[in-house]
């Protein structure tokens, strides 16, 4: 997917492309039944918000929320498709705090998770 710019991100993308939020990244989910949590700020004038999660091999389900810890049954969106590769795309996302929640549902290794703001 093409981007027009990036105003933060928590991708290793140089930083001549995209700017890092505080958040440690890439991050990776290892086991099977762990959780990986994380939180991205979202300025004033984002047009989208996107997390992904990539690579490595197992299954695994992802789930956003705002100002609040994403579940199954409670989030703005979410991603459970077979294996590792999920996307969740929210369009002109309010600012202010964003969890992303990576659940891995079958042994999992070496995945792993972004989050972009345009």
């Known amino acids: 997917m093409a981007t027009k710019s990036s105003k933060a991100s928590t991708s290793s993308k140089p930083k001549s492309q995209t700017k890092s939020t505080p958040t440690p990244t890439p991050s990776r989910v290892e086991q099977a039944r762990t959780a990986a949590e994380r939180a991205v700020d979202v300025p004033v004038g984002a047009t989208s918000l996107e997390f992904t999660t990539y690579g490595g091999r197992g299954t695994l389900a992802a789930y956003a929320n705002y100002e609040a810890e994403p579940m ?12 590792t590769n999920q996307i969740i795309t929210i369009a002109s996302p309010a600012a202010g705090h964003y969890y992303f929640k990576v659940t891995a549902s ?10 972009k703001v345009y």
Do not use: C
């Not at 199954?72 to 294996?83: D, E, F, L, T």
């Open 72 to 83: 199954p049954a409670g989030n703005i969106g979410a991603s459970v498709r077979p294996g």
């Open 106 to 115: 079958a042994a999992a290794s070496g995945v792993m998770v972004r989050a």
